[in-house]
């Protein structure tokens, strides 16, 4: 049976998981259709723009999120130096597991669904696989599912990639990650879009493509 969400906004939340802490942004609307988690991006964090603009208009279809940081802070100290936890796919895939048990041990059995940028994409494919029917749906925009190599074959979610058309190699390997894909699934290019989405009216599209996308996946 379906957990009915209560409303909810909580700002830097600890999500205390085994072994560390995480902080969060959690934002649950009246009458919400489940929660997505955002994995953002190589070099970002819950505080992106872009994504805190999409989670705003999931929001507005009454669908919760929850954007959280996927280092901790002496970890992304380290990685600003080094740049290598923020490639580091496997880490990040585990991260967004212990979070998404993390959330549903709080929620109960609610639809989950997940939103990932860049390498953050591979990293709630593989996330989505290792949990199974668990997730709902997953949505990359810009992203690089193709990072998710193996696993592609195995994610059983609803699975929707956005690109940018004029994001050319990003088209490529989401057109090569988009074949290997076995689950329901869709590939949306935004005419005139580049990398970050920047040019007029682009994020507000790629934004309202997943909130369509999850509306109808986390009511199934």
């Not at 494919?125 to 749906?137: F, M």
């Not at 929707?160 to 058309?165: D, E, K, S, Y």
Request: net charge negative.
């Amino acid at each position: 049976m379906r957990t009915v969400l209560e409303p909810v906004v909580e700002n830097d939340l600890s999500i205390r998981l085994e072994r560390l802490t995480l902080t969060g942004d959690l934002r649950i609307p009246s009458d919400a259709h489940g929660v997505v988690l955002f994995a953002h991006g190589s070099g970002s964090s819950r505080k992106s723009s872009r994504n805190r603009f999409v989670a705003t208009v999931l929001n507005q279809h009454r669908i919760g999120t929850l954007l959280f940081d996927l280092l901790t802070i002496p970890e992304e100290r380290e990685d600003y130096v080094t740049a290598h936890l923020r490639f580091n796919i496997p880490l990040l895939a585990g991260r967004m597991r212990a979070v998404t048990e993390w959330l549903l041990a709080r929620s109960g059995e609610t639809p989950v669904g997940y939103f990932g940028a860049s390498t953050g994409a591979a990293a709630a494919l593989i996330a989505a696989t290792e949990l199974g029917s668990k997730i709902n749906a997953v949505v990359s925009r810009g992203g690089r599912p193709d990072l998710a190599g193996r696993e592609l074959p195995q994610v059983t979610a609803a699975t929707l990639l956005i690109v940018g058309g004029e994001d050319h190699p990003v088209i490529e390997m989401n057109q090569s990650a988009f074949d290997r894909l076995t689950c329901e699934k869709e590939m949306k290019i935004i005419p005139g879009a580049t990398h970050l989405f920047e040019e007029a009216g682009t994020l507000e599209q790629a934004a309202d493509l997943a909130a369509n996308w999850f509306e109808h996946h986390l009511k199934e």
